[in-house]
């Protein structure tokens, strides 16, 4: 489902319109933000610190208000409702658990607030812990639980009344990797088992990558590029969104020819490469071209690749399922290659020459 469709923008669950933010009254750290997201979607806004992504989650969740425009929560506007009444879940890096109250008592305190009945709110609990596969810690206290344990119930505590949405601002940030890699699973699985609607603010892009229907690629306040995780990683449509979703070799050059989707680049020391035309207009044009390291291959057969150049190996580090190789082409002397770990290519030493190719269609022409 494209993010420009009139269904999706008809029966959007959450509504951002034409909204600006301003701390003080002249830079706009968000800048007319139109974003329309689907019931049941998990939309990921990812991109560095500064970029506004987090204040956009704290638009929605009620702590910052907008400058300008309208936030849209189930075809209601919600710029006058107070926090606590906007009926969504909210996990934060820091878990803000409450130190006092046991686990359960912690993810009874949303049900008590809305003044559930103590069958409902035990019976509640019981189900929040089984879901986050902690059914016997009910009686701990936080002190006692792992940050994972830990930042399972902030989890289970932001979706044990049921919310229609469910707001995580870096939840993963405290996390060592192995337990943050595990923790995007549980959290992608919940997400898959309850249907809920999942915000979720991130400035890393593996767990971006891992955990979401569509991203939001944010930066300088303005969202970049909207896609699916593979086609924002295969089509980036600017140079800022090649360069921070995944490794990029990039050169640049300037367009010496544009037929259809397809173009011709003079790079600056002189070659020329065929790419694919993605965010250039005519000739002249000045161009970065973007090129995933895995999609070069070493030592093609002749005529294989529209494009294909001689090499020297400058360094090899071995990475177990392939050799990240840096090579000397075109003018650059960090082109980086992942060469998959086959007996064929095993021979590289640093040093010597070998030839390289490429597709155009893997090959993107984008803003200079």
Known sequence: MHETSDSLNASAFVRFENVQKSYDGETLVVKDLNLAIAKGEFLTMLGPSG????????????????????????GTRIDNVAPHRRGIGMVFQNYALFPHMTVAENLAFPLQVRKRSRQEVTERVRRALAMVELPNLGDRMPAQLSGGQQQRVAVARALVFEPSLVLM?????????????????????????????VVYVTHDQTEALTMSNRIAVFDDGVVQQLASPSDLY???QNAFVAAFIGENNTLKGTVESLEGSECEVRLDDGDVIRARAVNVSGKGDRTTLSLRPERVSVAPENGEFPNSFEAEVRELIY???????????????DFIIKVPNAHAHRQ??????????????DCHALDA
């Not at 970029?51 to 189930?74: Q, R, V, W, Y």
């Not at 990797?177 to 609607?197: A, P, S």
């Not at 990475?319 to 002397?333: A, K, P, Q």
């Not at 590289?348 to 269609?361: A, F």
Request: with cysteine; proline share 4%; glycine share 10%.
């Open 319 to 333: 990475l177990g399922d392939h050799i990240r190789t840096r090579v000397n082409v075109c003018g650059n002397d």
């Open 51 to 74: 970029s506004g992504k987090t204040t956009c989650l704290m638009m929605l969740a009620g702590f910052e208000s907008a400058t300008h425009g309208n936030i849209l929560l189930d």
């Open 234 to 236: 295969e089509y980036p």
């Open 169 to 197: 601002d870096e939840p993963l940030g405290a996390l060592d990797k192995n337990l943050r890699e595990q923790m995007q699973y549980e959290i992608r699985h919940i997400h898959d088992r309850l249907g809920v609607t």
């Open 348 to 361: 590289m030493t640093e040093g010597q020459p070998i030839r390289i190719g490429w597709s155009t269609e």
